[in-house]
């Protein structure tokens, strides 16, 4: 048989042995490579998460938190009045009529005053309705009606 020829077949073939060293230095490499294609991999995906969630906040913030506050409500609006032609609806939330704001606003007798200021002239009105900014032209003006507008405000109590 072949046994005969010096060498047993299942001695060590030197060409295939690796050091343990080696192994162990080709290991390291490798997990360091696995490792950094992970991190790139996390990053992007945090960096994904963020702007997800800096989307999501936008949103969220132009939807809720970034409504102005409003400082009166309409509770009546006449129809045919020229605050029912413009567009203003009751429960509309004001927070900007003219000149007035919430940081300017003191009573009813502000918006009273810009209205008379402005008959004739159309006053920038902006509103919350449903949860969204609106934003309205009101011209004040004399009308079968009474006052120049057609409608009721009432202060909102903050």
């Known amino acids: 048989g072949l046994k005969g020829r010096g060498e047993p077949s299942d001695g060590p073939r030197p060409a295939l042995t690796v050091s343990p060293a080696g192994l162990q230095n080709d290991h390291k490499a490798l997990m360091k490579q696995v490792e950094e294609a992970l991190h790139q991999l ?20 132009s939807q809720s938190q970034s409504l102005p506050q409003a400082f009166a409500r309409v509770n009546a609006v006449t129809p045919e009045s020229p605050a029912s032609v413009s567009g203003l609806q009751v429960d509309d939330e004001i927070v900007e009529f003219g000149s007035v704001n919430v940081h300017n606003f003191q009573n009813l007798q502000n918006i009273a005053t810009v209205v008379q200021h402005s008959e004739g002239r159309p006053l920038s009105v902006t509103v919350i309705r449903n949860g969204k900014k609106v934003h309205l032209g009101l011209t004040p003006k004399r009308w079968a009606g009474k006052g120049l507008l057609g409608c009721n405000i009432i202060p909102l109590q903050r």
Do not use: F, G, N, P
């Open 42 to 61: 996390h990053a992007r995906e945090k960096e994904k998460q963020a702007k997800d969630q800096a989307e999501a906040l936008a949103e969220a913030q």
